[in-house]
């Protein structure tokens, strides 16, 4: 079985589901510490006037060491903003009518409390639109132990992993060595920025996946496709 992981992120880029899509099983991994300004809670939109933050409001006390699972987010309003910073910025997109009332109806019509929640089901409802059908499990449902590298090994080996993908920054961390005496093969992604018809002026690569989706609709999983390996073989 093919694994892949990352942390649960706001409003995902397109190299995350890039990764989800040459894997046979998705962890979100939101048992380990908070990032502040990371992308746990916020990415970029283009606009008219360029790219600006989304960013979700969140408990700011004892964040130190805290893990992701625990960040509540702080219930001000903040989604009804950036629906609106959403639909001033994409109205005029070709596919935007196409995916605005799936968007609006996950972050409007609920309740949202903890962080972990919000993203999680987001990437659901992402992978959904771009038709990637890879189940999703979370890593508080299980007990992983280990730091960096060895946590990651005994995720894999919880979880029957044959084969896990990293991320590029694993390069830095990865223990190929113990995962090879495991049994598991480790590989790394290597994504290659995509462009695509964007509006708004001038390409701008590296925004979230909604950008992808009002531009190119239907086509979205093609282009995150364009130009990178489609199996994990080619990626060592």
């Keep these: ?11 995902p880029w397109l190299g995350l589901f890039h990764k989800i899509s040459l894997s046979e099983r998705f962890c979100v991994f939101d048992g380990v510490q908070y990032q502040s300004e990371d992308f746990n ?22 964040r130190l060491n805290r893990l992701i699972c625990d960040i509540k987010i702080i219930p001000n309003g903040w989604n009804k903003k950036h629906i609106k910073s959403i639909r001033h910025s994409y109205h005029k997109a070709p596919f935007f009518n ?31 639109l771009l038709e990637i059908d890879v189940p999703v499990v979370r890593a508080i449902d299980y007990s992983f132990v280990g730091h960096k590298s060895d ?3 005994d995720m894999c080996k919880k979880l029957g992993a044959t084969d896990f993908i990293f991320g590029e920054q694993g390069r830095n961390y990865a223990d190929v060595a113990a995962f090879t005496r495991s049994g598991i093969r480790a590989y790394f992604q ?14 701008v690569p590296y925004m979230s996946v909604l950008d992808l989706l009002f531009n190119a609709g239907p ?18």
């Design 190 to 203: 290597s994504y290659n920025h995509p462009t695509y018809p964007q509006i708004n002026g001038p390409f």
């Design 1 to 11: 079985m093919i694994l892949t992981a990352h942390q649960p992120v706001y409003l």
């Design 151 to 153: 946590l990651v090994l």
């Design 98 to 128: 196409d995916y605005i009332e799936a968007l609006e109806d996950y972050l409007l019509a609920r309740e949202h409390v903890f962080l972990t929640d919000l993203n999680t089901g987001m990437l659901k409802l992402f992978l959904k």
């Design 219 to 236: 086509s979205s999983r093609q282009v995150i496709l364009s130009g990178n390996a489609t199996c994990t073989n080619e990626m060592n």
């Design 41 to 62: 809670n916020r990415n970029r939109i283009k606009t008219r006037a360029g790219p600006i933050w989304l960013s979700v409001p969140v408990d700011a006390k004892n």
